[in-house]
């Protein structure tokens, strides 16, 4: 099924007037009042539910390997998230990670 200019064109258009209403409830309406705490307290852990809904397809589901788990990547995982727990420095986490990921991919011939 193809869809016409027009058809495009009103799904661009709402795609756009909905994604700046979100915004602007935000930005423009509560922008310069106070949120309240439980707000405030909820907003903290965006990051930390966001951030693992990127990362874990590309550690479970790697396009590098057609879709198929890969040992380096997993161990690759795992040690950032221990090291990243351990130490609670978010650059050392990354830099070991880096490391042992292309360890990994070294050691079994991929790199």
């Known amino acids: ?3 016409s200019n027009f058809q495009i064109w009103v799904v661009i258009l709402c795609l756009a007037a909905g994604t700046f209403l979100l915004r602007f409830s935000f930005l423009g ?14 907003l903290r852990y965006t990051a930390v539910g966001v951030l693992p ?21 997993l161990a690759a995982a795992f040690v950032t998230l221990g090291v990243g727990a351990k130490t609670r420095n978010m650059i050392t986490a990354i830099l070991t990670g880096i490391v042992t990921l292309y360890a990994g991919l070294w050691l079994t011939g991929q790199l």
Do not use: E, F, N, S
């Not at 309406?29 to 909820?42: E, F, K, M």
């Open 1 to 3: 099924m193809t869809a």
């Open 29 to 42: 309406l509560i922008g310069d009042r106070a949120l309240p705490v439980w707000v405030t307290r909820a």
């Open 53 to 73: 809904g990127l990362v874990a397809p590309l550690v479970l589901w790697p396009a590098a390997t057609a879709g198929q788990v890969d040992l380096a990547r």
